[in-house]
């Protein structure tokens, strides 16, 4: 099981808006609607940001966003804040096994 | 409060076996599946595998199948994660998580346990 590919890096200032895609394939995004992103900071756990593409759990703001088309997988998150400066990995069901995308360092400018 | 709370840090020779745990509470541990991830030092998140603690039904990655053993004891909401042999490349930190909220979303995570193997 291959990783999905995500940009190394993403990068926007305070109050801008940056997506991040996530490509697989037909047998993990692009089949089953059970993408989900992680935020992780230096050094701590990752955090359930959006699961099942576009749900937000509760507590995350609603500037993060998750969509889906075909293969690739995207979030955005809207109006960036210092806070948002992290790692982040898309995620995705692939039949009995699970696989991460590579993983894209957001920088807030 | 909903936590998984996972045993300390380890520092171990190659050869040598290790188990580590991750301690549910706060919620019903049995009805909701839990997944090991590995993270290398500087390196991105891996799936290793997922237990159901109400029946053992375990699911490994294909990348760590036969090279870690998964299990649960219920009767103690515990997880583990268990290697027989380690060698140098199983240094990374090790996270469980729960999926609580919805199908495949891991919504509770462990701190982590930092394992350390080198001669």
């Known amino acids: 099981q291959s990783a999905l590919t995500q940009p190394p890096s993403a990068s926007g200032s305070p109050g801008q808006s940056v997506t991040i895609s996530c490509t697989g394939t037909?047998?993990?995004?692009?089949?089953?609607?059970?993408v989900s992103w992680y935020q992780q900071h230096p050094g701590k756990a990752p955090k359930l940001m959006i699961y099942?593409?576009?749900k937000r759990p509760s507590g995350v703001p609603d500037r993060f966003s998750g969509s889906k088309s075909g293969n690739t997988a995207s979030l955005t998150v809207s109006g960036l804040q210092a806070e948002d400066e992290a790692d982040y990995y898309c995620?995705?069901?692939?039949?009995?096994?699970?696989?991460f995308g590579t993983g894209t360092k957001v920088t807030v400018l | 409060e909903v936590q998984l709370v996972q045993s300390g840090a380890e520092v171990k020779k190659p050869g040598e076996s290790l188990k580590i745990s991750c301690k549910g509470s706060?919620?019903?541990?049995?009805?909701?599946?839990i997944g090991w991830v590995r993270q290398m030092p500087g390196k991105g998140l891996e799936w290793m595998g997922i237990?159901?603690?109400?029946?053992?039904?375990?699911r490994y990655s294909p990348s760590f199948q036969g090279q870690v053993t998964i299990s649960a004891d219920k009767s103690i909401s515990t997880a583990y994660l268990q290697w027989s042999s380690l060698k140098a490349s199983d240094t990374a930190m090790y996270y469980c998580?729960?999926?609580?909220?919805?199908?495949?979303?891991?919504?509770?995570w462990g701190q982590g346990t930092m394992v350390t193997v080198s001669s």
């Open positions: 998580a729960s999926a609580l909220t919805g199908v495949d979303a891991f919504d509770i």
């Open positions: 706060g919620y019903s541990f049995t009805s909701y599946w």
């Open positions: 237990i159901y603690p109400g029946d053992s039904d375990t």
């Open positions: 037909s047998s993990d995004v692009g089949g089953y609607n059970y």
């Open positions: 099942e593409v576009s």
């Open positions: 995620s995705s069901y692939a039949g009995s096994n699970r696989v």
